[in-house]
């Protein structure tokens, strides 16, 4: 399946939209597909194998403007002998940044910081994972694995089975506005599962 706008529909859920500078959304094109084959080579035991993939185009965009408002309330203390009070007056700082880039894939973006894994804030929190877009390009899992029954009678079905799955995720490339070179994230987990079953009759 591929089109316009349908990322939420693939089981990664990848975005929809973003939106351009001037305020209109802009559809993501991304593509679907799924593969199967199932295999009973025998009467107790079947082999099966799955692929799958979903990739998202680009829709970066420059021309972003941004304006950041810190405001810093009053603060009043005593401090000396005899106590003396004194106060801090409130501040506000406006920051206004024109013509800044955005969407998603954008070839600018700051992916500095994808190459490493960052410390966790606390025993809650993950890392903050700042310089890092990783707007997903390609994401894809392929799976082997196989059932052996080892009864299957007027009892019911007794079988085991494992599987075998390996997940890689790639994110779209950004050269930090051209300071640097093209750094793509890319991310990989490999996964093994076990399950013994009996089926009531």
């Not at 206004?96 to 880039?101: C, L, S, V």
């Not at 080892?150 to 075998?164: E, H, L, M, N, S």
């Not at 750094?183 to 093994?192: L, W």
Request: proline share 5%.
């Amino acid at each position: 399946m591929g089109g316009d706008g349908i990322g939420r529909y693939g089981s990664a859920q990848l975005a929809d939209a973003t939106a351009r500078p001037n305020g209109t959304l802009s559809l993501i094109r991304t593509a679907h597909g799924l593969a199967r084959a199932e295999m009973h080579l025998s009467p107790k035991f079947d082999l099966y194998t799955y692929w799958g993939l979903e990739y998202a185009w680009r829709a970066g965009y420059q021309g972003y403007d941004t304006i950041t408002k810190v405001m810093t309330p009053a603060i009043t203390y005593q401090t000396g002998t005899p106590p003396v009070l004194v106060s801090i007056p409130a501040t506000t700082t406006t920051t206004i940044k024109t013509n800044q880039i955005g969407g998603y894939g954008n070839m600018q973006a700051n992916n500095t910081g994808c190459t490493a894994q960052g410390v966790p804030l606390n025993d809650f929190n993950p890392s903050s994972g700042s310089n890092c877009a990783g707007d997903i390009r390609l994401i894809q899992e392929a799976t082997i694995g196989f059932w052996y029954k080892f009864y299957q009678g007027p009892k019911g079905r007794i079988q085991w089975g494992a599987t075998y799955s390996y997940l890689s995720k790639v994110g779209w490339s950004g050269n930090n506005g051209g300071t640097t070179t093209s750094i793509s994230p890319k991310a990989i987990e490999n996964m093994v599962w076990t399950s013994f079953r009996y089926y009531i009759p």
